[in-house]
Each structure stands twice: as C-alpha cells, then as structure tokens.
C-alpha cells in the first residue's frame, strides 16, 4: 500500500503507461475532461499545464511506501491522453495502478483548460463544470458559445 503525494522530483527515466489500459476502462472524451478534475481534487493544481493537447499537464508525484522506500511517478496528459509515467520495475508497476485507482475514485473539481492540436488547427475545449465533465472540439471558424446545431453543421462542412 502507498501513500502518493505530490512533488517537486521529476521522474528521470521511465515509460508511460495509459490508465485508461491500465484499468481496463472506456476512453471516452468525458473520462479524458473528468481525470484531471480527479487529479486537482486530489494533488491541486498540476506542475505544468500548456496549450498543446498532446503535452497538456503534468503532475510529479511520489509514491511512499510502508517501508519508507519511495518510488517516482508523473501524470500526464499526451498524445495518447491520461497517463502516468513510472519507473521501470515492478514496484513501480504497482504504484502506478495503485495511483490510477485512487484518481479514479476522487471526485472531480470544477476547471476548464483549452488546448490546441497545431497541425490541425483544432482547438479543444475541456473541463468540469459542477462536477459534469465537458469536452468540445473547435473547428476554425467555431465558438465555445455555438449552438450545437451551428457545430454539427460546421464539422459536416470542415470533414465533407
């Protein structure tokens, strides 16, 4: 059993593991809005945070262990969404899942965070808005505020 905090040591080496795989569960837009409002409900506001979807935030947490051994993990939102990064040993292995089930279980806070994919010139739109998860995807020439008809019509013309 671990006790995770957050920290100021970033993770040296190590690879990334989706939790959405980890913990065998849908990844779904809504899952992806929700998961940081988890992770502020449970560490507060991330290390850092960006405008580019595919490096969106990024927590540095330490995982303590009965013993008094720590291991080194990160949250982070990439390019395949939420993940956690972890050293690579079977303790690590472990506190990963230990952490992917305790941020799944938190309430999520209320936040919203805009991100871009440049190559794209997608914009993204997420958060919590009194504990109900939001995700909107903007096309150029889109609002946050456009009726959902004005999206739907906008997406039929930008993708043909």
Do not use: H, W
């Not at 690879?15 to 409002?37: K, S, V």
């Not at 490096?55 to 051994?69: F, N, P, Q």
Request: proline share 4%; with cysteine; charged share 30%.
């Amino acid at each position: 059993m671990f006790k995770f905090e957050k920290s100021e040591t970033m993770l040296e080496n190590g690879g990334g593991l989706n939790i959405a795989d980890l913990l065998d569960i849908d990844d779904t837009q809504m899952y992806q809005a929700a998961f940081l409002g988890r992770c502020k409900t449970l560490f507060g506001e991330p290390y850092s945070t960006s405008d580019d979807n595919e490096a969106l935030y990024s927590y540095y947490i330490k995982a303590l262990e009965e013993d008094g051994s720590e291991v080194n993990l990160e949250i982070y939102y990439g390019s395949g969404g939420p993940s956690v990064g972890v050293e690579d040993s079977e303790t690590g292995e472990r506190a990963a899942i230990e952490l992917a089930k305790l941020i799944m279980e938190a309430e999520p806070a209320d936040y919203k965070i805009a991100s871009s994919y440049d190559d794209l010139s997608v914009r993204i739109v997420m958060g919590v808005e009194n504990g109900e998860p939001f995700y909107k995807t903007l096309l150029p020439g889109m609002s946050e505020d456009m009726p959902e008809e004005e999206m739907m019509k906008a997406m039929e013309e930008f993708f043909g």
